[in-house]
């Protein structure tokens, strides 16, 4: 056996938990594309994405939680979900291929996305959706289909996850989780795709590394958040910080 192998052997759900977390993260940061912020994307995001348009930050996330919290509830009291103990022995199915694979292909489809007739309307319509409207771009689709892409993303992510776990269950869409996925978006920086990315991988290795803080971990998020904000409000791969350090050298 390899040392690779042997490496992946050990550590293979860290690191298909790392990747996931990345697409969870993209699918945050899509919807800041847009300048919306929603932290119950899900399978049904258009649906909830129409009658929310009206809101936008922390309203939007505030109504997007409470949806949330009305499915986490109702899958608790429903026998067809196994209620709190969720549903157990799901088929081992998804391997690192299938993982990274998928993650490569959004990577991608981001690329393009930001660099496209699409990608322009959601930074205008992030930067002043009133301007965006007069100059004829249609807020309405536009935020529709920034909320469809999130929700695709999210929904593909947990499929992913509960082959690899084994095990689905309404904890896993707790108000916690949703603040881990805006910590790594937050962390990153949404000035590009890569940031989600790497933010969603690095702040999953973390407590690994530090596992003697894992009972922590949701404090150590939310410190990161508030650190991250004041001191880099642009995320780690900000470009304005990178060209800043380039200047100095």
Known sequence: MTPLLSFYNAYSTLILFSGVAALLALSIYVTLMAGQLSLGATAVATIIGIPSLR??????????????????????????TG?????????????????????ALAAFFFYRLERSRVGRAFAAI?????????????V??????????AGFL???SGGLSVHFTYIINPSQASFSE?????TYAIFGGTATFLGPIVGGIVLTVLPE???????????????????????????????????GRHARV
């Open 55 to 80: 809101l936008r930050g922390v309203y939007l996330a505030i109504a997007t939680l409470a949806f949330g919290e009305v499915v986490r509830v109702i899958a608790l009291n429903l026998t067809i």
């Open 83 to 103: 209620g709190a103990l969720g549903l157990v022995g799901i088929p081992p199915l998804v391997t690192f291929w299938h993982v990274y694979g998928i993650l």
């Open 126 to 138: 992030r930067e002043d959706e009133t301007a965006a409207q007069a100059m004829g771009i249609r």
């Open 140 to 149: 309405t689709y536009y935020k529709v289909l920034a909320f469809a892409i």
């Open 154 to 156: 999210a929904g593909l």
């Open 178 to 182: 949703a603040v881990n996925i805006l």
């Open 209 to 243: 590394s530090l596992r003697f803080l894992r009972e922590y971990r949701l404090l150590m998020n939310g410190a990161i958040l508030v650190l991250v904000t004041i001191y880099l409000p642009h995320g780690v791969l900000s470009p304005r910080l990178w060209r």
